[in-house]
Nanobody, 120 residues
């Protein structure tokens, strides 16, 4: 019913920057909270940053001051600007959206993930 497609991952050197994008499509009445999660090899998936429909944000402590989450409600898209990247930021990054569908169901939707590798 709802699809999330991430883009923008890749290989970057320590100290570099990347911008992730995630576009939602499908049977969407309203997108509520959106967020970015990540999962490093051998670790559990963790919340990186989240943003409400009104624009309030919260971040994992390890990315505060380096990452910025934003959204464009006209495009059903959420972004994650990542600066000063560190090797420990290496992970698969997943987009998440809590969506009210046109049938007025509330669903929790995930993208397939995009790999971010920080290495020299």
């Amino acid at each position: 019913q709802v699809q999330l497609v991430e883009s923008g991952g890749g290989l970057v050197q320590p100290g570099g920057s990347l911008r992730l994008s995630c576009a939602a499509s499908g049977s969407i009445f309203r997108i509520n909270n959106m967020g970015w999660y990540r999962q490093a090899p051998g670790k559990e998936r963790e919340l990186v940053a989240a943003i409400t429909s009104g624009g309030s944000t919260n971040y994992q402590d390890s990315v505060k001051g380096r990452f910025t989450i934003s959204r464009d409600n006209t495009k059903n898209t959420v972004y994650l600007q990542m600066n000063s990247l560190k090797p420990e930021d290496t992970a698969v990054y997943y987009c998440n959206a809590r969506v009210t569908t046109r049938s007025y169901y509330d669903i929790n939707s995930w993208g397939k993930g995009t790999l971010v590798t920080v290495s020299s």
